[in-house]
Structures are given as C-alpha cells and as structure tokens.
C-alpha cells in the first residue's frame, strides 16, 4: 500500500473536525485515494514506480486467469471495501472478488469482504499492512491475503482457516504459491522481483502454462 498522511484525528478536538460517518465519507472522497477507519479518514500519498509495475503485473496475471475460468472480477484502486467489524473502508492494492458474491458489491465500493486482497508494502505501511489491516480482514473475512513486500523481495501469503483465523501459507514444492480462492491459479515470487518487472506478454504467457 502506498504511503499514507492523516487527514482527520478519530477524535475531535476544539480545533479539528469531528469524525466523518461512512457516507460523509465516500460523498468527501470521490476519486481520491483515501482511507476510513472508524471516523478517521487516510488519504494515501503517491506510491512509488516499482509498488505501481508490480500492482499491474498482478493485475494482468489475475484478470487473465479470471477472464479464462469466467470466475470473478478483478478491481483496482481507487475502490474502497468496507468492513463492518472495525468499522473500516480500506482501499486494497487489489481486490478479487468471486460472482458467487457479486452481491457485496456497489457502484461506489465492496460491502463486505473480498475473496482475495493484496497489499504491496512500503517502508511506512509495513506496521499498518502486517499489523491493523491484517487485523480488520482477518475479523471480516477477507479469505486470502497476500501481502508483497518489494523493500525485501519477500512475499508472504495467507488463508483464512475454519477457525477464522489466518494461517501462514508457505510456498509447494515448484516454489510457488498455489490460491485455494482462484483453483488453478499459482505464483512464483521471483516473478515479483525480476527487473524489469514482468508485463502483460508475460502474464499472459504465464496463465497459458497454467492451464488458463
């Protein structure tokens, strides 16, 4: 996720204004990247080259796939995805989200939780991605989460267990993360760190090898 400022204190004081209700919110925002966490809005500062080419190499690679199995949409930011347990209204790198829920989602964001998420990290998101948002998509939901970490070329991936808690995946025997949410789908990390970073030829080429 790229980096972000506070625009809005959660709680007021004489000189701030008081916290804003999820409509006030998404009325306020409109194209923005921004963020609400219970009152508290986050606008989100510019993300660096290397978070955007790997942002959009997973975009391809997942749109590919989807489009082939026909089974779900893929959406990139600026789309909120509201959770009702913190409350929050993230804003996810990347959301996948099956047809079999199509219902959750409206013209103006996610009402509840995404199949699948992805986080890529910065320097300062590190805290906030592994910490208060691993957090708020374990409790609502969210089935798999990925979180990219382009500081260390590291990726780590998760799955929610019949217990609801998340379960630390680790990579199958070809050294690659196979997605329980997406069947057939699987990735290999180092794609994420090769320079240049893999574009659409490459994806394309990829899902193909897969099966897609």
Known sequence: MADTIQALPQTPTADSPPPM????????????????????????????????????????????????????EMILPPFSMRLPEKPSGREPDLIVLLHEHAERLTDTYLDGPADL???IVSEESQARDRGEKFSEYEAGG??????????????????????????????????????????????????????????????????AEMGG
Not at 42 to 52: F, N
């Open 142 to 207: 969210v089935t798999e989460y990925w979180l990219v970490d382009p500081l260390r070329d590291h990726a780590d991936f998760y799955r929610l267990g019949e217990d609801g808690r998340y379960d630390r995946i680790d990579l199958a025997a070809d050294g690659r993360f196979h997605s329980a949410v997406l069947p057939g789908l699987s990735l290999d990390p180092a794609w994420l760190w090769l320079d240049p970073v893999p574009g659409l030829a490459e994806a394309l080429r990829w899902v």
């Open 21 to 72: 209700t999820w409509d006030e919110f998404l009325a306020w925002a409109d194209s923005m990247r921004a963020e609400w966490v219970d009152g508290e809005v986050i606008i989100m500062t510019p993300a660096s080259l290397r978070h955007q080419l790997i942002m959009k190499f997973l975009g391809f690679l997942i749109e590919a796939y989807l489009s082939e199995k026909a089974l779900g």
């Open 117 to 119: 998420v992805v986080e």
